[in-house]
């Protein structure tokens, strides 16, 4: 079974600093998906980034980027500029990459991003 | 551009009642999947629909029913309601292709079991 793993349970940074999220992940799978997602104080789940694990390059969505391990299982989030509404719990999800459709999301337990003026 | 649609928003129902949920996938969508999510909580996977077949099932309980009609929108039906079913429940979809297979959010439904 998949298990995802976030050791920071809380965070916080100044607007306009540089923060990382951890993640790291459990699977004996070679081929999966791997994301971050947001969810702000309004409760929406908001896609942040995405990462296949067949690429080698680190996904790069404006100010988010990602730090992917696949040897250390590891999956990092770069949040670069800080800005007041980057304030939320942050999920980093796994799905296993299957020809059956419907495949659930694993998700971490989150990490609570406050950033502050 | 177009996302998931749930109603309702919130709903309160008694112990023992029962509460039927709505999910209207993106336009397209052919996938629909069900999580809750308990408070401080990460999501949980409930159960998921392809072509209105069960895809996937996660830990939904007995209580629960779900299914996936022909326009592809989905209904999650919950029945002997508990004070332990109060949550937040998302409906996600999804469409096959793509190399991403991504799920999208809907705004989810805050039920209250009182």
């Known amino acids: 079974a998949q298990t995802v793993t976030q050791s920071q349970p809380e965070m916080s940074v100044q607007e306009a600093e540089t923060v990382t999220l951890s993640c790291t992940y459990d699977?004996?799978?070679?081929?999966?998906?791997l994301f971050w997602y947001k969810q702000p104080p309004s409760r929406q789940m908001i896609l942040v980034i995405r990462q296949e694990a067949y690429k080698q390059q680190n996904a790069t969505e404006n100010r988010f980027s990602v730090n992917f391990q696949k040897a250390a299982k590891s999956f990092s989030l770069k949040i670069s500029d800080s800005q007041l509404g980057d304030t939320a719990m942050y999920f980093c999800?796994?799905?296993?990459?299957?020809?059956?459709?419907?495949?659930?999301?694993?998700f971490g337990k989150g990490t609570t991003l406050s950033v502050s003026s | 551009a177009a996302g998931v649609i749930q109603s309702p928003r919130h709903l309160i129902k008694e112990k023992r009642e029962t509460a039927t949920l709505k999910c209207y996938p993106i336009?397209?969508?052919?996938?629909v999947y069900w999580y809750q999510q308990g408070p401080g909580q990460d999501p949980q996977f409930l159960i998921s629909f392809y072509e209105k077949m069960q895809s996937d099932k996660g830990s939904i309980p007995d209580r629960f029913s779900a299914q996936q009609f022909s326009d592809y929108h989905s209904e999650l039906n919950m029945s002997s309601l508990e004070l332990g079913d109060s949550a937040l429940y998302f409906c996600?979809?999804?469409?096959?292709?793509?190399?991403?297979?991504?799920?999208?959010f809907g705004p989810g439904t805050r039920l209250t079991v009182l």
């Open positions: 336009p397209r969508h052919d996938t």
């Open positions: 999800a796994f799905k296993r990459s299957t020809n059956q459709a419907g495949t659930a999301l694993i």
């Open positions: 699977t004996s799978e070679n081929n999966y998906y």
């Open positions: 996600a979809s999804t469409t096959r292709g793509g190399d991403t297979d991504t799920q999208y």
